[in-house]
């Protein structure tokens, strides 16, 4: 790894509690929530701290949200999606998990990819005091972590001793071989998608996987339903779409919503519609961990 992308990398880890404040402006619920309790869930790379929203009151007995957060696998800030988090839990009283996975510079895939999902398989088996319903856990997130709600889904699918009850993918990357729509203008800068490749993505080849590049992956039959989130001007709309049309192809239920005329940050640049959005997103999940 080159020095340079190292002391960038590690720049962006530390300082993304100052630096993501994208999602202060769509606090439509749940600011009256306490604190998250926080779990520590035994991964094949080491404990992970799993950060457990729970609703005041009329709690959805045997169900949870496993959420994923963003920051292009450079930032380890779980924080960055507190107002989704409570949003959903106040909206649906269903408990999400906030999952704090390791990030670059510090690891390399697979790590943030295998704890993510042994974080879901152990809430499918339970998750510990929480009660959990094997069939009731959906798992989704934003960029990032929409890639590894995907990739999630993909290894549960292949371990074949759970599946999620839904897939929220959120803006996702899907795909790190792939060159389509790579140096258009925008939010997600070229520059950005390559650091990434180089920090987290090292061996070139792992780029192919297709638990790092779902998009890649030559089978999506049985895959769980998903929800899928693009917007109109953002670079990565283009995995959003194809993964979204290739997973109907392969007989998976899809919802595909497209917020027009915003880039990555879609929900904050159109905070009018994102309300309807996350409306959306929020019924999507409660009837699927029902």
């Known amino acids: 790894m080159r ?3 190292w002391v960038t990398a590690a720049w962006m880890h530390a300082t993304a509690r100052w630096t993501v404040d994208y ?10 929530l306490p604190r998250p309790e926080v779990v520590r869930v035994p991964t094949r790379h ?11 009151s009329g709690r959805v007995p045997g169900a949870a949200h496993v959420h994923f957060h963003g920051g292009a696998f450079l930032m380890r800030h779980p924080f960055m999606d507190d107002w989704w988090c409570r949003y959903l839990v106040a909206t649906t009283g269903v408990p999400v998990l906030n999952v704090d996975f390791r990030a670059a510079p510090y690891v390399t895939y697979p790590v943030a990819h295998h704890q993510c999902h042994d974080v879901a398989a152990w809430a499918a088996a339970g998750g510990g005091d929480l009660d959990l319903d094997r069939g009731r856990i959906s798992v989704g997130g934003f960029s990032s972590g929409g890639n590894l709600a995907a990739s999630v889904s993909l290894q549960a699918r292949d ?3 759970w599946l999620p009850a839904l897939q929220v ?16 203008a925008g939010m997600i800068t070229p520059e950005l998608r390559r650091l990434v490749r180089r920090v987290y993505f ?17 089978d999506l039959s049985g895959l769980p339903p998903a929800v899928v989130l693009t917007a109109g001007r953002d670079v990565l709309r283009h995995d959003g779409r194809r993964y ?47």
């Open 3 to 5: 020095v340079g992308d």
């Open 23 to 32: 999602g202060e402006a769509l606090r439509f619920a749940g600011s009256d």
């Open 46 to 56: 080491g404990r992970v701290r799993v950060h457990v929203y729970l609703p005041r």
């Open 159 to 161: 371990g074949g001793r």
């Open 169 to 184: 993918l959120g803006i996702p990357v899907l795909a790190f071989d792939d060159e389509h729509g790579f140096d258009e």
């Open 202 to 218: 090292p061996d070139p080849a792992s780029r192919r996987e297709p638990w790092a590049s779902p998009l890649l992956a030559a």
């Open 244 to 290: 979204a049309a290739r997973l109907r192809e392969a007989g998976v239920t899809v919802h595909h919503d497209e917020t027009p005329r915003v880039d990555h940050y879609f929900l904050t640049e159109d905070p009018v519609r994102a309300r309807t959005t996350m409306a959306m997103v929020a019924g999507a999940i409660g009837s699927a961990v029902s």
